[in-house]
C-alpha cells in the first residue's frame, strides 16, 4: 500500500520522533511504501492568506453561489474602474463555473504540491503530539490549507446556507490513521471527555466527513514520565501498528 504520514513535531530527538521511526520500519518490514511529509523540517506555512482564498471558492455543486459570488465579488457593481477593466478583460467570456475553474488555479504552489501528495496516497497517516486537545498548530494549518473544497470536500447549496448535511466527502482513501503521544493519562481522556472531543472534531471532522470511512486514532498516555517499560511498550505498539497496517 502507497502511505503519505505527515509528521509534526519540532524536536527531531523527541519520543514522538521515535514513535514515528518504530511505525515507519513496521510499514517498511510489511512491504508497504511510505512517505513522509515532515512539516517543521519543510517549514510548512500553516497560516490561511488572502492568496488562499482561491481555494475555497463554491463549485457545480452549488451553482446558485457560484453565480453569487462570480457577480458580488468578480465583477462586483461597486468596484474601481481597473478592476472592472481586468476582470472584464480575464473572465468575459468564461461562465460562472468557468470562472472558479480559472480563479482556483490560482491556488498557493505550497498547497498544490501537498494535495498531489495526499492524492497519490491510498491511506493517510498523521503522528503528532497533543497540545491543547489538539494537534500542533503546523499540522492543524496544513488539514486547514490541504483539505480544500474541491479538493476534499465540496458543498451543496444547502452547505452553503449552513447545513451539515450539505458537505460531501471527495476522498477516497482505504484508511487514516492518527497516533498522538499525550501529557496526561488515559483517564483523563477516557473519563473526562478528552479522547471524545478529539474524536469529534479530529476523526470525525477532518476525516469522515470528507470521504474516509475507516479512521483510527491511537493515543500513547502520559509519554513525559513515563518508565523505560511502558515507553517500550509503546515503540513496540508503534512497530506493529506500521506491520499490520492493510490487516
Known amino acids: ?30 512491504g508497504h511504501t511510505n512517505e513522509v511529509v515532515d512539516l ?20 457545480e455543486n452549488a451553482p446558485d453561489v457560484v453565480e453569487k459570488v462570480v457577480k458580488e465579488r468578480v465583477f ?7 478592476q472592472r477593466i481586468v476582470a472584464w478583460s480575464k473572465f468575459h467570456n468564461k461562465s460562472p463555473l468557468g470562472v472558479m475553474a480559472m480563479l482556483r488555479k490560482m491556488g498557493p ?23 491543547f486537545v489538539g494537534f500542533p498548530a503546523i499540522l492543524k494549518g496544513w488539514i486547514k ?13 444547502a452547505g452553503w446556507r449552513g447545513d451539515i448535511e450539505g458537505r460531501i466527502g ?7 490513521l492518527i497516533i498522538n503521544t499525550t501529557i496526561f493519562n488515559e483517564e483523563s481522556y477516557q473519563e473526562r471527555g478528552l479522547r471524545e472531543a ?23 498516555y502520559a509519554v513525559n514520565m513515563a518508565d523505560k517499560d511502558t515507553l517500550q511498550g509503546y515503540l513496540e505498539r ?8 492493510s490487516q
Open 145 to 157: 490549507r490541504v483539505f480544500t473544497l474541491g479538493f476534499a470536500f465540496s458543498l451543496t447549496s
Open 40 to 59: 517543521y523540517t519543510i517549514g510548512f506555512n500553516p497560516v490561511l492568506t488572502t492568496r488562499d482564498f482561491a481555494n475555497w471558492l463554491p463549485d
Open 1 to 30: 500500500m502507497k502511505i503519505l504520514t505527515v509528521y509534526a513535531h519540532p524536536d527531531p530527538k523527541s519520543f514522538c520522533h521515535a514513535v514515528l521511526q518504530q511505525f515507519t520500519k513496521g510499514l517498511e518490514d510489511a
Open 76 to 82: 462586483a457593481p461597486d468596484a474601481g474602474l481597473l
Open 109 to 131: 504552489a505550497d498547497v498544490r504540491e501537498q494535495q498531489h501528495k495526499v492524492a497519490d496516497a491510498q491511506a493517510l497517516v498523521l503522528i503528532s503530539p497533543v497540545w
Open 238 to 245: 508503534a512497530y506493529r501498528l506500521g506491520k499490520e497496517f
Open 198 to 220: 478529539m474524536r469529534r472534531l479530529i476523526d470525525d471532522f477532518c476525516f469522515h466527513y470528507p470521504g474516509i470511512q475507516a479512521v483510527e486514532h491511537e493515543f500513547f
Open 170 to 176: 471527495l476522498l477516497k482513501h482505504e484508511k487514516a
